[in-house]
């Protein structure tokens, strides 16, 4: 940790996430967390950012970590949920914001 994982198609440059271990400072006890996810927006609505999450979340659990967490606005709250990912706090740092966990299926 630190990781970075990139989707691509050959050369091209789809998208990223990363496994960091702490994305909030005011809660340095959760780590690690998933982290930074971009997708590029010709890219988006075919699957890549939850590949990348999964595989993310894999790579961690693999290290040994019993719980993951992730930072999301309400905008991308259900995108995370339908994922498996449960809230953990709310309006953390600020309102609208989300602190989401996961742990191993």
Known sequence: MPTALVAHEG?????????????EESRPQYTPWIAALWVEPEARQRGIGAALVE???EMAF???????YLLAGA???AFYEARGWAILEE???????????????
């Open 55 to 57: 595989k993310a979340a």
């Open 11 to 23: 050369d091209r440059f789809l998208g990223t996430v990363s496994v960091i271990a702490c994305d």
């Open 91 to 105: 309006d953390v740092p600020k309102p609208g914001m989300f602190i989401l966990t996961r742990s191993p299926v």
């Open 75 to 77: 905008h991308r709250r």
């Open 62 to 68: 693999a290290t040994g970590a019993e719980r993951l």
